[in-house]
């Protein structure tokens, strides 16, 4: 069973802050891969896609891609209260892996005032 | 305005009796899924299609159904509901299969 693992949390930060949010996946073959944000009663929406090693960064976002060690990160710098909500990393395994996106559990985010 | 629509938002049905829940995108996406989410296990994938008549089982298809006869629409058929399919449903549609994903505003089902 392919897996895609994430701390449940809750993980609190102060605001202003650094949060860091953890994933790592089961599959080697895994190609893209995508954070999404989720607020309480509302649909996921997309925070960061990255597809090759290293460090991508869109304001105060940065996603990092380990493939070797199988890990993707999500760092928000500043953290604001706004910020809390649940984060969901997902893969999909493109046509290597039948084209499945697989969503971790998510990690709960409160940022503290 | 781009949107996937999904309808019914609210539906408190009985075992056994048949039920559909339709989506529809209107971005011309060729990528489509549905979506359960279960407290403590996140958004699992139940059918995706690739495009037209091209649909395929994701990690929880049992008990489920779907077609894709047009581009924009893809349901989600439940035959014959069981308790066990009481869940927070989403559909999705992305360009490809590695490009964001749209989610719609979610069904929330309740099977008694």
């Known amino acids: 069973q392919k897996e895609v693992e994430q701390n449940s949390g809750p993980l609190s930060v102060p605001e202003g802050a650094i949060a860091s949010l953890n994933c790592t996946y089961s599959?080697?073959?895994?190609?893209?891969f995508f954070w999404y944000r989720q607020y309480s009663g509302k649909s996921p929406e997309l925070i960061m896609s990255i597809y090759s090693n290293g460090d991508k960064e869109d304001g105060r976002f940065t996603a990092q891609l380990n493939k070797a060690s199988q890990y993707v990160s999500l760092l928000i710098r500043d953290s604001q209260p706004s910020d809390s909500a649940t984060y969901l990393c997902a893969v999909n395994e493109g046509n290597t892996g039948g084209f499945k996106t697989i969503f971790g559990a998510g990690t709960r985010l409160f940022v503290k005032a | 305005e781009a949107q996937v629509t999904q309808n019914p938002r609210y539906l408190i049905t009985v075992t056994g009796k048949k039920l559909t829940v339709t989506c529809s995108q209107n971005?011309?996406?060729?990528?489509m899924s549905w979506y359960r989410q279960d407290p403590g296990l996140g958004l699992r994938q139940i059918y995706y299609?690739?495009?037209?008549?091209?649909?395929d089982k994701g990690d929880v298809p049992e008990g489920y159904k779907v077609s894709r006869k047009e581009k924009r629409n893809f349901p989600l058929i439940l035959e014959s509901p069981s308790p066990n399919q009481t869940s927070l449903y989403f559909c999705?549609?992305?360009?490809?299969?590695?490009?964001?994903?749209?989610f719609g505003q979610g069904t929330r089902l309740t099977v008694v």
């Open positions: 971005m011309n996406h060729e990528y």
């Open positions: 999705a549609s992305s360009w490809r299969e590695d490009t964001e994903a749209f």
């Open positions: 599959d080697r073959v895994s190609q893209s």
């Open positions: 299609s690739m495009n037209v008549e091209v649909t």
